[in-house]
């Protein structure tokens, strides 16, 4: 399994919880069909998608919190 690209076809609908969905998932590389061996892969490539969305704002909500004690320390020692 080398590089997996993949891209979603069709309109993105709202889902729970506010998260997006779209239509179909594809990929140019990996054999993603209706066959039980493809909805496995369909869910470990998304379950894996979602994880890395989550870690990447959970990095973002840290460093903007790192950043505004960073701020707020250096305006109260300026004081």
Do not use: W
Request: glycine share 10%; hydrophobic share 30%.
């Amino acid at each position: 399994m080398g590089n997996t690209r993949l891209c979603t076809h069709g309109r993105p609908e709202a889902g729970p919880e506010g998260y997006s969905r779209a239509g179909t998932l594809r990929s140019a590389t990996e054999p993603i069909d209706d066959t039980s061996t493809g909805k496995l892969m369909e869910g470990v490539l998304a379950a894996f998608a979602q994880f890395d969305s989550d870690c990447r704002s959970d990095r973002t909500r840290a460093g903007i919190k790192a950043a505004l004690e960073v701020a707020e320390s250096a305006s109260t020692s300026s004081r």
